[in-house]
């Protein structure tokens, strides 16, 4: 397959990665993967296809590292007032996920819903 990647090494990449958290950072800009991809001139998908690369050396553990500062800065935001758009964020885009665990039983431990037993259909 023909490398159409903008970044044809991971050196490039990281080039341009270090450029948009030193941006960010000096203008007071959150970490984003929205603002990487807009600094790297990619779409989200050509991220996510770069961090699945293995065509070119080192690529695809440039962009992990990348996305690896973005949710560490998002994560730390989670101890500060509004976590709400935060905590959407890390589960879009970093697959964070809420875990509930649900145990149904009745009086002394029995199961609530019991298996149906000779059921037809006409």
């Known amino acids: 397959m023909a490398n159409v ?8 990449f990281e080039k341009a990665a270090r450029r ?4 960010a950072e000096e203008n007071k800009k959150p ?3 929205t603002g990487l991809c ?3 001139g990619i779409t989200r ?5 770069y961090e699945n690369n293995e065509e070119i050396d080192g ?16 994560e730390e935001r989670l101890f500060e007032h ?19 665990e649900t ?3 009745g009086k002394d431990g029995e199961r609530l819903i019991q298996p149906i037993l000779n059921v037809t259909t006409a």
């Open 5 to 12: 990647y903008k970044y044809k090494t991971a050196a490039a």
């Open 20 to 23: 948009y958290f030193k941006s």
């Open 31 to 33: 970490f984003t993967v």
């Open 38 to 40: 807009i600094e790297l």
């Open 45 to 49: 998908q050509t991220l996510l296809n």
């Open 59 to 74: 690529l695809s553990e440039a962009v992990k590292m990348a996305k690896l500062l973005i949710e560490n800065f998002l």
């Open 82 to 100: 509004n976590v709400t758009g935060v905590i959407f964020n890390l589960k879009n885009n970093f697959n964070w996920k809420d875990k509930t």
């Open 103 to 105: 145990e149904l039983t």
